[in-house]
């Protein structure tokens, strides 16, 4: 097992800050935040603020279920806001952009 299956706890869990520097570096997330604003409106706060917007929070809580292995929480934050086509499409870059965002922290 991983030590963060063991230790579960000291995993941080990632902020909406996190997410929208990687959504700007052109790498892994800025891939997914494409993807997903390809097939619908997306908003992404500003550096400065503080709360999440709700599709961030959606994102961090589908992060959130990734890392967990939380497979029926995954799908069904997948599925509240894609059909199952483009649920399936967006799969591979989640687990890319989850790795760089727990990276990031």
Do not use: K, N
């Amino acid at each position: 097992p991983h030590w963060r299956d063991l230790w579960p706890d000291l995993v941080p869990d990632p902020s909406a800050a996190a997410l929208r520097r990687l959504a700007l570096d052109g790498g892994d997330m800025a891939r997914l935040i494409q993807h997903l604003r390809d097939l619908r409106p997306v908003r992404l706060g500003g550096v400065e603020d503080p709360d999440p917007t709700p599709d961030e929070a959606w994102l961090l809580a589908l992060f959130a279920a990734h890392r967990r292995g939380d497979g029926a929480s995954y799908a069904f934050l997948l599925l509240s806001r894609l059909d199952r086509s483009r649920a399936s499409s967006v799969h591979f870059l989640v687990c890319r952009a989850a790795l760089a965002l727990e990276v990031a922290g």
